[in-house]
């Protein structure tokens, strides 16, 4: 069954946003707090899921409800995994498509930055969600396209949304040829249960990544592609 979080609350205030932003100027400040305040009356995050499960893993190839997925990495994860959540997360459309008509590279970026803001509140309201319907204790992520690109090919995007169902009928999120998503700020992937937290940053070798969330563990990446137990 298809599931639709479309009633996420935006908490981030405008004080994270300057922190997260750097901006201290008086004049930015002023700036940012208008454009701030704007955006989140627009925003509306969403996220969309479908429990699902893992039919077989077999060498690097997964099958998950009849669609098959190659990745060393999701193999290695999903070895022991019987259940995950298939799911896409969005700043919204709404708040994407205000039409501004920003020049200004700095304000774009600035703006960018509040809508990566507003799809962690649905990623973060999306997980709390899982936790608290279907208790299965601690969770990690695989993403298409996140890290390195062996990891879990971003082509394999197509498959993913497929196995999710009608997902521009849901909540605006669309594929485009190159296996980007629009919004750009939407991230997808599979949730599953792991007694170990995995992060994708892990199998990363980009040093100076602005998103990293860990350091790389070379340790994992021999495990996962290298096959050592």
């Known amino acids: ?33 208008g454009l701030f305040g704007e955006a989140k009356r627009i925003a509306r995050p969403k996220a ?13 190839r997964v099958r998950i409800d009849g ?8 193999a290695m994860n999903l070895k022991n995994v019987h259940r995950v959540f298939a799911y896409v997360c ?11 008509g920003e020049k200004d590279y700095v304000v774009s970026l600035w703006l960018d930055m509040i809508k990566e803001m507003f799809l962690r509140e649905a990623d973060a309201f999306l997980r709390a969600h899982l936790k608290s319907v279907f208790g299965p204790g601690r969770l990690s992520s695989n993403n298409p ?3 390195n690109a062996e990891n ?27 296996f980007l998503m ?36 070379k340790k994992l990446y021999d495990k996962a592609f290298c096959k050592i137990s």
């Open 1 to 33: 069954m298809l599931h639709k979080l479309d009633d996420i609350p935006v908490t981030v205030t405008l004080d994270q946003a300057l922190k997260r932003l750097a901006v201290t100027e008086p004049d930015d400040v002023a700036l940012i707090s």
């Open 48 to 60: 969309l899921y479908r429990e699902a499960f893992v039919e077989e893993v077999s060498g690097r």
């Open 67 to 74: 669609f098959d997925f190659e990745s060393d990495v999701l």
């Open 90 to 100: 969005t700043c919204g459309t709404e708040v994407d498509d205000w039409p501004r």
């Open 145 to 147: 396209g996140s890290g």
């Open 152 to 178: 879990w090919p971003i082509s394999q995007q197509a498959a993913l949304f497929a196995l999710i169902g009608d997902v521009k009928g849901e909540i605006g999120v669309t594929l485009k040829d190159t």
């Open 182 to 217: 629009v919004p750009i700020k939407s991230t997808s992937g599979l949730i599953f249960p792991s007694e170990a937290d995995f992060v994708n940053c892990a199998l990363c070798f980009r040093e100076n990544c602005p998103g990293r969330r860990a350091e790389f563990d």
